[in-house]
């Protein structure tokens, strides 16, 4: 379980495929806090270290997750959004965010504002019913709000900080993102669903 809240940033190092799977090596400044068979999220995907050296950490990629997520079009030197999972006992500062990615959008819109950064995302419209006005989604791994909803878009504002501590600042027109929404949202719906009348 994770936040959305964004600890570090990673580059991509090495990219390593093995059959259907894909090896990731990734360089960060807390790679060396890190264990093996521990789960990080990167760009809001859920993880296992499987393998530590310095500041350089392996992750490994089934066919499922490239087939699902942006994992796919990683290339060596990308910027990933990294978090590790909640600790009981944490302030949850963004929501609750499992790591499983329902599918990705693309940006297309990106806007300078005075002070903050406007995108807008296109998404599949079966999920529609899971995108709300002020509801809360996770783009690639960072926990944000979602506004002027229509049925297969919405967009969300980034601040400084955000903008410069993740990998938004490198995310331009025609990018695909990981998207996960928000699991309440998901149940609720679910519900709805097996309800007869």
């Not at 264990?35 to 760009?43: E, F, L, P, R, T």
């Not at 783009?139 to 709000?145: A, C, D, K, P, R």
Request: charged share 20%; hydrophobic share 40%; net charge negative.
């Amino acid at each position: 379980m994770f936040t959305g809240i964004i600890e570090a940033t990673a580059t991509v190092s090495r990219i390593i495929p093995d059959g259907s799977n894909v090896h990731f090596e990734l360089a960060c400044s807390i790679a060396p806090e890190l264990k093996i068979d521990q789960s990080v999220a990167h760009n809001g995907v859920c993880l296992t270290v499987v393998a530590l050296t310095g500041n350089t950490y392996r992750v490994t990629a089934v066919a499922e997750t490239l087939a699902k997520t942006n994992l796919g079009d990683w290339k060596e030197a990308d910027l990933i959004n990294i978090e590790r999972s909640l600790r009981v006992g944490d302030r949850l500062d963004g929501h609750f965010v499992q790591g499983h990615v329902d599918t990705t959008a693309t940006c297309i819109e990106r806007k300078t504002l005075d002070g903050s950064w406007l995108f807008r995302f296109r998404f599949p419209e079966r999920f529609a019913a899971l995108v709300i006005e002020k509801g809360s989604i996770a783009i690639n791994g960072v926990s944000l709000t979602v506004f002027d909803v229509a049925k297969d878009e919405f967009t969300v504002t980034i601040i400084p900080y955000t903008y410069e501590h993740t990998n938004f600042h490198d995310l331009s027109e025609g990018n695909k993102v990981n998207i996960e929404f928000d699991i309440l949202g998901k149940y609720l719906v679910r519900r709805q669903s097996l309800i007869t009348v």
